[in-house]
Antibody
Framework: VQLQESGPGLVKPSQTLSLTCTVS??????????WSWVRQHPGKGLECIAY???????YYNPSLKSRVIISIDTSKNQFSLKLSSVTAADTATYYC?????????????WGQGTLVTVSS | DIQMTQSPSSVSASVGDRVTITCRAS??????LAWYQQKPGKAPKLLIY???RLQSGVPSRFSGSGSGADFTLTINSLQPEDFATYYC????????FGPGTKVDI
């Protein structure tokens, strides 16, 4: 399984950050996996933003829930992230990753990450 | 909400050393814990899941132990490619990660 993030590397403050993860060498609809977005602020630790199952079940980090939408397009083998009202604090490297089924929600495959900078 | 701590926050080691990293959860997670390795500029890599199970392709010098709230990642005979930051993650809850332990020379 391979994952690849795509989207703008620069977003203006107050706008919406939009990223897409394309999954290859495997179906996004197969099995009991979830698909997630994780971000990492420069020089900092890892923060899970949200994850989604191909059935449509979604889970959000409570600290970001009001600004985040995660969606999935099984026909394109893609899932996406939208983060609204961004500020400089949202500048980070964003990773997409596959997540195992509960209770083993470990992240076994990751994209390479994409740096998103929020700046005017 | 569950909180994760790791110790030490950083450790200096030499090639061939044995390194032990500890992860503690604020509440028990049974054996539902994973460990990751991250090198600068790279995505994290899953090393161990279910506290002690080695992910496919991970060298056997890595091992994990523990259950409940206290866990350990051990690297035997540290290799040059092992210098990285290591994160723990409880896997039976909404994903969150420990703060990380940097292993450097």
């Amino acid at each position: 399984v391979q994952l690849q993030e795509s989207g703008p590397g620069l977003v203006k403050p107050s706008q919406t950050l939009s990223l897409t993860c394309t999954v290859s060498s495997g179906s996004i609809s197969s099995g009991t996996y979830y698909w997630s977005w994780v971000r990492q602020h420069p020089g900092k630790g890892l923060e899970c933003i949200a994850y989604i199952h191909h059935s449509g079940s979604t889970y959000y980090n409570p600290s970001l829930k009001s600004r985040v939408i995660i969606s999935i397009d099984t026909s394109k083998n893609q899932f996406s992230l939208k983060l609204s009202s961004v500020t400089a604090a949202d500048t980070a490297t964003y990773y997409c990753a596959r997540v195992g089924d509960f209770p083993s929600h470990d992240f076994d495959y990751w994209g390479q990450g994409t740096l998103v900078t929020v700046s005017s | 909400d569950i909180q994760m701590t790791q110790s030490p926050s950083s450790v200096s080691a030499s090639v061939g050393d044995r390194v032990t990293i500890t992860c503690r959860a604020s509440q028990g997670v049974q054996n539902w814990l994973a460990w990751y390795q991250q090198k600068p500029g790279k995505a994290p890599k899953l090393l161990i899941y279910a506290a002690s199970r080695l992910q496919s392709g991970v060298p056997s010098r890595f091992s994990g132990s523990g259950s409940g709230a206290d866990f350990t990642l051990t690297i035997n005979s540290l290799q040059p490619e092992d210098f990285a930051t290591y994160y723990c993650q409880p896997t039976n809850t909404f994903p969150l990660f420990g703060p990380g332990t940097k292993v450097d020379i």
